[in-house]
T-cell receptor, first 114, second 114 residues
Framework: AQSVTQPDIHITVSEGASLELRCNYS??????LFWYVQSPGQGLQLLLK??????LVQGIKGFEAEFKRSQSSFNLRKPSVHWSDAAEYFC????????????FGKGTRLSVIA | GAVVSQHPSWVICKSGTSVKIECRSL??????MFWYRQFPKQSLMLMAT?????????EQGVEKDKFLINHASLTLSTLTVTSAHPEDSSFYIC??????????FGDGTRLSIL
């Protein structure tokens, strides 16, 4: 069965510190992998996605993620967090074709302190 | 890039009324559309999948008579919450996908039933 695990429900980091949000997935085939960010009351914003090729993917707002097939992981990183990064982050996995929907993790809430 | 437009973004109505939410793909043909529901501080929960011209496939536990989904064209899907009650208050997000395209998400609709 397809599933996404985000082990950390809530993470607090200091502004300027580095960040890593964990994501592990279970999928039968080679998946598409995504990271979304959601601010309170807002929709989803795509940060980055992995389809194929270079396993280190660069996204918007200074985020990057690395696909590690051997670990079934797609962790999100940022070298220096800004206060505006406080939000909910969702990892998702999906098929490369067909009509199956994305499967989302439960999300990680990021708080940023001064 | 591809854009999905969801309307309205926020609706408040009295208990017992029906509410229609529209989801349009603006620059691609959406062969499949998905409707998600999101409760506060939770992840997205898939409600149903609809293919153009076919009946929607509902997830277990989702009342098809309560949440009517129509996908009559390749660019438009609607979700109608019939006889809405306060427990139907939630954030509803649509998503559209074309052939060999990843899912694109609307900005969501906040539904408040008084």
């Amino acid at each position: 069965a397809q599933s996404v695990t985000q082990p950390d429900i809530h993470i607090t980091v200091s502004e300027g510190a580095s960040l890593e949000l964990r994501c592990n997935y279970s999928y039968g085939a080679t998946p598409y992998l995504f990271w979304y960010v959601q601010s309170p009351g807002q929709g989803l914003q795509l940060l980055l996605k992995y389809f194929s090729g270079d396993t280190l993917v660069q996204g918007i707002k200074g985020f990057e993620a690395e696909f590690k097939r051997s670990q079934s992981s797609f962790n999100l990183r940022k070298p220096s967090v800004h206060w505006s990064d406080a939000a909910e982050y969702f990892c998702a996995v999906g098929a490369r074709s067909g009509n199956t929907p994305l499967v989302f993790g439960k999300g990680t809430r990021l708080s940023v302190i001064a | 890039g591809a854009v999905v437009s969801q309307h309205p973004s926020w609706v408040i109505c009295k208990s017992g009324t029906s509410v229609k939410i529209e989801c349009r793909s603006l620059d691609f043909q959406a062969t499949t559309m998905f409707w998600y529901r999101q409760f506060p501080k939770q992840s997205l929960m898939l409600m149903a999948t609809s293919n153009e011209g076919s009946k929607a496939t509902y997830e277990q536990g989702v009342e098809k008579d309560k949440f009517l989904i129509n996908h009559a064209s390749l660019t438009l899907s609607t979700l109608t919450v019939t006889s809405a009650h306060p427990e139907d208050s939630s954030f509803y997000i649509c998503s559209a996908r074309g052939d060999w395209q990843p899912q694109h998400f609307g900005d969501g609709t906040r539904l408040s039933i008084l």
